[in-house]
């Protein structure tokens, strides 16, 4: 038998409180009228159009006046448009486009809210894995999943990764100008391959993941970008995928910390480095400890590490789970423990951090 001790109720912060979950459900709703406005083309329509009335952009998007003007409300109250009560007119800034409509923008997350749909669909596998603690391999996954993964990604990596994450290793840019091989474990769509190999068109690249799907999207969008002469794209483990001395630079572009055993994978991209190559590890952004990572950055990785991360480590021999919120500290050590003799902090975003490891 258990007993509480009863205590005044403190009204102010239960009214805090309140005030933070209800403004949590709203965000909530939010996001689906967000991937609504996406797929309807409702902000494509608005960017760059002005003040605009409800149904004029029923008309220009091919939808329900009356849809349109609840929507658009909605889009007020959550500050993601302007309305003009004199002229009864809504107003997507262009800053708001930046992220919500431009498609090809580094800021664009729009299609972010496929990965929260994507865990509402997989709620009860999630519910059953933390009740047994089975893990939960990314192939079990709804494929809202992947394609929001892929799509919220593919833009930030756009942004980043040939002009700030590449030049923070030592020497590797001109490597890769003169021609280099690389191996990008954990690929996915392929879209950080790509990226890459449109932008070094000397060097040459192999993206590596385990998810049949992903790689079959990767050589899909190969076709697609002009490359595919340069790129391969393998369906394999992480652990196994490559052979001894093959490759200048191995990349882990958000992905060690969801390997059931990240030392051998580590320790796998060591060993298929020539002798002066180095591996580029990009990872969610942490502290070391937990009590600095309790802020928004870190509640979105936390939430995503229980329901994503967590799960596909637990379902790969090893049982060594990192998290999305492993902190440099710790994949520090995995790096070490791997090999790897020199491992440096090349670069920190409010979103990433980004490590060069040499054997």
């Known amino acids: 038998m258990t007993t509480t001790t009863t205590r005044p109720m403190d009204e102010r912060k239960l009214d805090a409180f309140v005030s933070t979950v209800v403004g949590d459900l709203a965000a909530n709703y939010a996001g689906v009228m967000v991937s609504m406005g996406r797929k309807l083309g409702l902000y494509r329509t608005m960017a760059g159009a002005g003040p605009i009335h409800s149904h004029e952009l029923a008309s220009r998007s091919g939808c329900h006046e009356r849809y349109v003007r609840e929507w658009l409300n909605s889009q007020a109250a959550g500050g993601y448009v302007v309305y003009h009560p004199s002229s009864e007119t809504y107003e997507l800034p262009a800053e708001h486009a930046h992220v919500l409509a431009d498609e090809e923008s580094p800021m664009y997350m729009a299609p972010a809210w496929d990965i929260p749909a994507s865990m509402w669909l997989d709620e009860e596998r999630t519910l059953d894995a933390f009740r047994t603690g089975r893990g939960m391999p990314w192939g079990a996954h709804d494929e809202r999943m992947y394609r929001g993964v892929a799509a919220f990604f593919r833009n930030a ?203």
């Open 157 to 359: 990596y756009q942004g980043q990764l040939v002009g700030d994450w590449l030049p923070s290793l030592d020497g590797m840019v001109e490597r890769l100008e003169c021609g280099a091989r690389v191996a990008d474990v954990g690929c996915g769509f392929g879209h950080s391959t790509l990226i890459m190999a449109q932008a070094f068109p000397r060097s040459r690249f192999v993206g590596l993941d385990s998810h049949g799907a992903s790689i079959d999207a990767a050589r899909g969008n190969a076709r697609d970008s002009q490359v595919d002469e340069r790129v391969e794209f393998r369906p394999a483990d992480a652990k196994e995928a490559y052979g001894t001395r093959e490759f200048d630079l191995v990349c882990f572009f958000d992905c060690l910390h969801d390997m059931g055993d990240p030392v051998a994978a580590a320790a796998r991209a060591r060993e298929a480095l020539v002798d002066d190559g180095m591996a580029l590890i990009v990872e969610p952004f942490a502290h070391d400890r937990v009590e600095e990572n309790l802020n928004a950055v870190g509640r979105l990785y936390y939430s995503a590490s229980a329901t994503l991360c967590c799960p596909h480590a637990m379902s790969e021999p090893g049982g060594f789970v990192l998290g999305a919120q492993a902190g440099e500290g710790r994949l520090t050590a995995v790096l070490r423990q791997a090999g790897f003799r020199r491992v440096r902090r090349a670069l920190a975003t409010p979103f990433n951090l980004i490590l060069e490891a040499r054997p």
